[in-house]
């Protein structure tokens, strides 16, 4: 089987046609890599041969590199680890240079043969680094292609060229949303962007490019970078513009990341050390670059949950062996905000909705929340109005529960309260078919409970969807202790086609996320409680990689939600409830009327247009400053061990069962250390011996909360790591 093939035509034009027949789109593996080479050897040798393209087979040119492989890239180095990924990185240079060289004398830069990339639609990552190389791209009038290098968004940067070769072509200051923030483009904001350089009708992209290449003069295939006197756009370093340039890159790249996610440091070096340098050593320390990056167990951490794992899940890893379970029409219960999320997302992906609220003007309000949504990308044009008109058209909103009779999904999103989801549910089974699948979206009560209201135990299930339901991409799907798999398959199968990342676990209060934030949430308000500085707890959060401190997040979650919360689980839990110590400060922020943001005062204050602005210092009021603070990696201690004992504890007690569900959740529900790989990821990072002796130390000074599990301490006795132990997704624990 090849992924690559090749055919000289009349006129003398090689054509290279990459089509990995096993995927759906392209993406580059080491043989892949060889045969390219094979190829391009072959082009230049030929004199009969005149000039190259490079183009798909499919409709996208690649989607990149096999992540997979460069998962194991490292492990498969040999022992000298560092040597072996850096050798195999300038393999791929030395082919894409070849490319780019094409033959030509080194000293003339004449005799060369034009090699022109013809994309079809979607490039991304080497699929882009590849054509970068070329002399020429011209890319197909298709408004859905995505033109870009996305490495950063799973902890790598562009490392077969891309970096080098954008930098140089734009300049370091237009290089930065590409490169820095993975930007992706149509072809034609590629082209003025200077990406790539034609954007042709798809039925002439092939002539087009061929035309070029019988055309092409010495001149037209010599890189600007391979020509006497060439100085980098916007200036190099050394500079005054291009020193002012990376001074900026710099603090921003720090003011983004914090510091914590080292591909952004790295890829900023590389291109910083690169500017000063001839293109061939600049090459090399781009390598050294990518080597140092794929060294760090960030990446691979990164690599491995927000790829490898994130696409398993979404492939159905954990879905049970029952047929088909597409939804057609489904059923959503409450038009508020989450109600209308839902049914906005699911209309989005083409199924019927029917929205359902005790009156009309609320089911009205509930679809009119879809129509804002798109008449904003309208305004952005993102969406057309034929697509708005198309997706309003799905939404029936009504306060007729005959309306449901044939929906064969059903998703309550009513107040949290048991006894108005179980007359709900009543209601519901009044009408709906007996095979329908009835879902309450829920982030508190336990699931097995609700089904009590049911006459279908087997067909209840709860689904959990994050607000705004628009944005956030993790549904955390529970089973009740009578859950059927049909259950569970109807609700993965939704899950995928509303095009979010789903994770199944066991009923328990608070299921999975909120199990984990709610202790990170406590911990913050605790420590404020005892005295340390307010600005020492959100910024410790931050220094870690979270994207809110935890008294940030209780204000955008709201303090009444919290004491609604806390109401709830100290009846459930009676004498055994841990949080009275937070309860004090949320039920005082309470009473002063200090609920979050929605009403423009909490922790923080807030200016009459709702910006936050500085944390507030009425707080020392109440509340004073401890003279004596502690250092900033024990209140990062706390924060981080709040979260992860939790999602060791779920696995141990089986509410989690697969650690890959674990991982993935937590970066995607809550957006804990992205760079960490999640919290069992960061667990083998530090190892468990570490883990556990953290946990000693803070339950020495802090209480029995930080206890060590004894799952961990089992696992740091052994000198196992989790993902040695449960990566294959099964459950291990009594192996």
Known sequence: MTDFTYEVDADGVAVITWDVTTKSMNVLSLEGLAELDAHIDTALADEAVKGVVLTSGKDTFAGGMDLNIIAKMKDSAGDNPAQGLFDGIMGMHTTLRKIERAGMDAKTNKGGKPIAAALPGTALGIGLEIPLSCHRIFAADNAKAKIGLPEIKVGIFPGAGGTTRISRKLGAMAASPILLQGQMMDPKKAKSSGVIDEVVPADELLSAAKAWVLSAKDADIVKPWDTKGWKMPGGAPYHPAGFMTFVGASAMVNGQTQGVYPAAKALLSSVYEGAQVPFDTALKIEARWFTNVLMNPSSGAMIRSLFINKEALEKGANRPDVADQTVKKVGVIGAGMMGAGIAYVSATAGIDVVLIDAKQESADKGKSYSEGILDKGISRKKVTPEKKEQVLARINATTDYAALADCDLIVEAVFEDPSVKAEV???????????????????????????KASSRPEQFIGIHFFSPVDKMLLVEIIKGKQTGDVAVAKALDFVRQIRKTPIVVNDARFFYANRCIIPYINEGVRMAAEGVELPLIE?????????????????????????????????????????????????????????????????????????????????????????????????????????????????????????????????????????????????????????????????????????????????????????????????????
């Not at 806390?566 to 005082?588: L, R, S």
Request: hydrophobic content about 45%.
């Open 425 to 451: 549910t009543a209601k519901v089974e009044a009408v709906v078919g007996e095979t329908c699948v009835f879902a309450t979206n829920t982030s508190t009560l336990p699931i097995t409970d609700l089904a």
């Open 539 to 735: 910024n410790a959060a931050k220094l870690l990689g979270m994207p809110l401190g935890p008294l940030q997040l209780i204000d955008e979650t709201s303090v009444d939600l919290g004491v609604k919360i806390a109401k709830a689980t100290k009846a459930a839990m009676g004498d055994d409830y841990p949080d009275a110590a937070v309860d004090e400060v949320v039920f005082w922020l309470a009473e002063k009327g200090r609920l979050g943001r929605k009403v423009n005062a909490g922790f923080y204050d807030y200016d009459e247009k709702g910006k936050r602005g500085a944390l507030w210092t009425g707080f020392a009021d109440e509340y004073a400053v401890a003279e004596s603070q502690p250092e900033l990696d024990e209140v990062q201690h706390r924060l981080i061990m709040a979260q992860v004992l939790e999602a060791v504890r779920a696995l141990e007690a089986g509410v989690l069962t697969d650690i890959r569900e674990g991982d993935v959740g937590a970066i995607l529900g809550w957006g804990f250390m992205p760079w960490s790989g999640g919290p069992f990821s960061w667990l083998d990072i530090i190892g468990a011996t570490q883990a556990v002796d953290m946990c000693d130390k803070l339950t020495a000074t802090h209480g029995p909360r930080f206890e060590a599990p004894a799952l961990l301490r089992d696992m740091a006795a052994a000198g196992e790591t989790f993902y040695a132990r449960f990566g294959s997704g099964k459950d291990q624990r009594a192996a």
